[in-house]
């Protein structure tokens, strides 16, 4: 974004105001300036004590419009599932030797990793690898399962996992610039919704305290929460 750009952004972005959602997407979109379908990310500040282990948020939701990216998905499985995996469009079979290749190289060429049960206790062996980079395959985000070509197809339809970082705040992509409002409004309503659902029980006072919406190349554009 040029400095120009920039000066345009900030005069109608208000730092102080809390716009309500509609109004909040409407600048948003206007504020995409880039020359790549720049990515709308919420975040959300929450009043949990991530220090607690039961305080963690975490979860998966299917938006109903997708993010507008295409994942790269890799499926680890045994040779009998190999099949039904690639039908469901799995871009990479994680074989043994491919772990291999993860733990050996730090190879990470896909988006995100599904695997059956059975093949947990090989992967546990790159955990130091895909874990940091929380690419690990967990049940707690649908990623561990039985039925492969489900985690996949989902994977693949839109569904994002969502966790609280070490400074309480949950972040999740809804989608692209050029989404048209609507489907934005879907997607942001969406995951507040699941991220609300996700509270945890000893969670105590207010649990979403503030909230935001930005594309890439954009200013932060704070949410009236009571419009969500």
Do not use: W
């Not at 190289?105 to 947990?120: E, L, Q």
Request: with cysteine; glycine share 8%.
């Amino acid at each position: 974004m040029t400095d120009k750009k920039k000066k345009k952004v900030k005069v109608f972005v208000d730092k102080n105001k809390f716009y309500a959602l509609e109004d909040a997407v409407k600048l948003c979109k206007e504020s995409a300036s880039a020359k790549f379908d720049e990515s709308i990310e919420l975040a959300m500040n929450t009043g949990i004590d991530p220090k607690k282990g039961d305080q963690q948020i975490r979860g998966t939701v299917i938006l109903p419009h997708g993010t507008g990216k295409t994942k790269r998905v890799i499926a680890f499985v045994d040779s009998a599932n190999e099949t039904a995996a690639k039908e469901a469009g799995a871009d990479i079979i994680g074989t043994e030797e491919v772990i291999e290749e993860i733990i050996k190289k730090g190879t990470i060429d896909f988006d995100v990793a599904v695997a059956m049960p059975s093949m947990m206790p090989k992967l546990a062996r790159a955990a130091k690898v895909l874990g940091p980079r929380g690419l690990m395959p967990n049940p707690k985000t649908d990623t561990v399962g039985p039925n492969i070509a489900k985690m996949i197809e989902e994977q693949k339809g839109g569904k994002v996992s969502f966790k609280n970082d070490n400074t309480s705040n949950v972040h999740a992509t809804v989608g692209k610039a050029s989404f048209d409002e609507a489907k934005l409004l879907e997607n942001i309503t969406t995951v507040f919704e699941s991220v609300k659902k996700a509270r945890p029980a000893s969670s105590k006072g207010i649990y979403i305290k503030s909230a935001a919406i930005s594309c890439t190349m954009g200013p932060g554009i704070k949410l009236d929460v009571s419009s969500l």
